[in-house]
C-alpha cells in the first residue's frame, strides 16, 4: 500500500507564511510528479506542480509568493507558502504520480490540511 501523509497546516495572519510537506511511503517503486491541489468550497484547482526533473508549475494567483520543492530521497514534496492572502484559505491536498512495486503508475491524494488566513 501506498500512502501521503501532509503536515503543516494551520491559522496564519494575512501577509504570514506557512510550509507544508507531504511524506509519501509504502511499496514505492517510483514517484513522478508531485504537487498541491486546494480546496474552498467549490472545486479542487491546482495550485502547483513539480516533476520528477525538477520542473515545476503554479497557478497564477500563487506566483511569486508560493515555492514548490521535493526531496527525492525522503519521497516528500513541500509547498513554502509566503505573503498569504485571505483567498489562500482552503484545504490543501498533496498528491503524486506513484508507480508501487506491484502495478502501474496512478494518482495517490493526502487526506488534506487546512490553511486559513485571517485578514
Known amino acids: 500500500q501506498v500512502r501521503l501523509v501532509e503536515s503543516g497546516g494551520g491559522l496564519v495572519q494575512a501577509g504570514g507564511s506557512l510550509r507544508l510537506s507531504c511524506e509519501a511511503s509504502g511499496s514505492i517503486f517510483q514517484i513522478n510528479a508531485m504537487g498541491w491541489y486546494r480546496q474552498a468550497p467549490g472545486d479542487r484547482d491546482l495550485v502547483a506542480r513539480i516533476?520528477?526533473?525538477?520542473?515545476?508549475n503554479y497557478t497564477d494567483s500563487v506566483k511569486g509568493r508560493f515555492t514548490i520543492s521535493r526531496d527525492n530521497a525522503k519521497n516528500t514534496v513541500y509547498l513554502q507558502m509566503s505573503k498569504l492572502k485571505p483567498e489562500d484559505t482552503a484545504v490543501y491536498y498533496c498528491?503524486?504520480?506513484?508507480?508501487?512495486?506491484?502495478?502501474?503508475?496512478?494518482?495517490?491524494w493526502g487526506q488534506g490540511t487546512q490553511v486559513t488566513v485571517s485578514s
Open positions: 498528491y503524486a504520480d506513484i508507480r508501487p512495486i506491484t502495478g502501474w503508475y496512478r494518482n495517490y
Open positions: 516533476g520528477s526533473d525538477g520542473s515545476t
